[in-house]
């Protein structure tokens, strides 16, 4: 995992839980500065054993979800980790969403979650979506289970996101996009006209023929459109 971040000695990483800094040691003798944010007090203690020959290094005693990411290392910072997995999806949107996104996001993940961050539509989740609007997903390392003690039951991923300079829209929007795509995924195995229906109250027929007017064929499913036909879909509904 550390050789897949490709770290340089000018680069400045905030570390995802560093636990008892396995990680954040590898970090340390590589990268100019990490910041590590940790939300247990006994490891936060352990850490500061750890670390004690690390000068470069900060530990952050705080809930990563409610942390403000982009103020603890200048522009250009860089984010990794291995993360709980059931905090994945809100994870990747925080930071993300951060007045000064990082420049790289490297985050060990569920494989069958990372599976689905980089696929092609026709598998996509809310989460993929809120990634895509973001950035450039990738799938870069596998690491099975048994790599870990004690060993977890599924497998893991490397996901790396390359923030794009500006979101697939602006950025103003992006609450109101979210809020409009949120009910289509909660129903993702139903067909388009079912929620929209259902979400703004207008007949199936009505339904059917917004979507054929900006050319979705009304018998698709959410996790089957693009970033691109979402945001016409969007649009067009906003704009009634």
């Keep these: 995992m550390v050789e ?5 000695a000018t680069d400045q990483v905030v570390e995802v839980g560093p636990g008892l800094g396995a990680l954040t040691v590898e970090l340390a003798s590589r990268a100019r500065a ?7 007090p006994a490891c936060v203690k352990a850490l500061g054993l750890v670390l004690r020959d690390h000068s470069n290094v900060r530990i952050v005693e705080a809930n990563i979800l409610q942390a403000p990411v982009a103020d603890f290392l200048p522009a250009g910072y860089r984010v990794a980790g291995n993360v709980p997995y059931n905090l ?3 994870l990747f949107t925080h930071l993300l969403e951060q007045p000064r996104p990082p420049r790289r996001i490297d985050l060990l993940v569920q494989q069958e979650v990372a599976e689905r961050i980089v696929a092609r539509p026709g598998g996509w989740s809310l989460a993929t979506l809120g990634v895509r609007v973001y950035g450039q997903p990738e799938l870069v390392l596998r690491v099975p289970r048994t790599a870990f003690l004690p060993q977890p039951r599924v497998d893991s991923a490397l996901v790396r996101i390359i923030p794009d300079t500006d979101p697939a829209l602006p950025k103003a929007d992006l609450p109101s996009f979210f809020r409009f795509v949120t009910p289509f995924f909660q129903a993702r195995r139903k067909q388009l006209p079912f929620v929209l229906s259902r979400k703004l109250g207008v007949s199936g027929v009505e339904a059917r023929a917004r979507l054929t007017v900006i050319d979705i064929d009304p018998a698709r499913r959410p ?16 704009g009634r």
């Design 4 to 8: 897949a971040l490709e770290l340089t």
């Design 223 to 238: 996790e089957t459109l693009s970033l691109e036909e979402w945001r016409r879909f969007f649009e067009s509904e906003r």
């Design 88 to 90: 994945t999806g809100a």
């Design 34 to 40: 990490v910041v590590g944010v940790e939300i247990d």
